[in-house]
């Protein structure tokens, strides 16, 4: 099971805020980001950035059992 | 070393004081507040979404890294989320040094990288709509 | 712009709240305070002299000449003189931009010039006798 | 006349503080320093910085009747 947050204009643009999805096996974070937005993902107009265990990661690393995983737009503080 | 992030207001100077930093020869603080929206846009206020938990991990990794790298005594920051309207403070950044260069150099990196890796989002709000203020991609 | 050489401590946040900018997005504040002292000299005090009128006229044209370098919205200059201890404040300078860049540069290279231009000069004060701070030439 | 100030550790050296110096005809600024500090000039162990009307400026440089010299080291203030 991995906790999967949404941010901003990706949390807005997929409807999904917060949910948990039951990995059966090794997966990207795409992978991952694809299965919990279903038909939604392509309203994304661009690759969001992906948080793993709250540090910045890559959609292409494989996540475990466990982690926490975010997605977002570039961020805008400061 | 103190990292926080709060809807609240904050007063720069009590919060400096507060660390009671003492044999420092240069302190530098920034403080980053709301500008005065363009008029033409309706804009009435910024809202800031933030990633809870992340922000203070990150924000607490990017004040380390300035400390090593400039060889800091001390570092604070503060940063608001919620709603913020013209004028509002947005983020305070204060380091201590021996020596002012080193004080520079390391308040501006940390307002730098925070910019680019903090995971904070702001949005115009207007009367016709809201407006995700276009951000940086941070450097993994 | 408010330049002003005092014996008194000052505030650095009330210092910049009376100069009431607005439409700044940065504002940075460099304090220089007295460092301990070498235990070994028997260091008591700092004794700052200055050059009465001339401070003022000299820290105005670093800080008007900063201004116009960087496009700062407002500048603020206090420095004391006289006899201060270990921790002191001796120094203010708070520049107003609209970005942080401009009011990173600007507060820096006042506090930069004003270090080989304004007429002050530091002694040491010991038990053994006073010791002139070997201070810096200015460009003229 | 022209008003001469000493600061630091050149008012320390000359033992001059403040005083006026009645010009006969143009002269450097270092002249009117020679001519106020008289033998002690001697003991500075450099030349001097000279400011004129409160403006730094260059010990060559020729004062006028009603001029302000300041003479110092260099300076250690921030």
Known sequence: ?78 | MIVRVQAEDFDPEQEAQALAVTGAGARVSFVGTVRDFNATARVTALEIEHYPRMTEAELTRVAHEAQRTWGLLDVLVVHRYGRLHAGDRIVLVVTWALHRKAAFRGCEEIIDVLKTRAPFWKKEITGDGDIWIEGETPQT
């Open chain 1, 1 to 78: 099971m991995v906790t999967v947050r949404c941010f901003a204009s990706v949390r807005e643009a997929l409807g999904l805020s917060l949910c948990t999805y039951a990995l059966e096996r090794p997966m990207s974070a795409e992978a991952v980001l694809a299965a919990v937005a279903g038909e939604r993902l392509s309203t994304l107009p661009t690759r969001p950035l992906v948080a793993i265990n709250m540090q910045h990661g890559r959609l292409e690393s494989l996540v475990h059992d466990g982690d926490e995983l975010a997605f977002f737009p570039p961020v805008s503080g400061g």
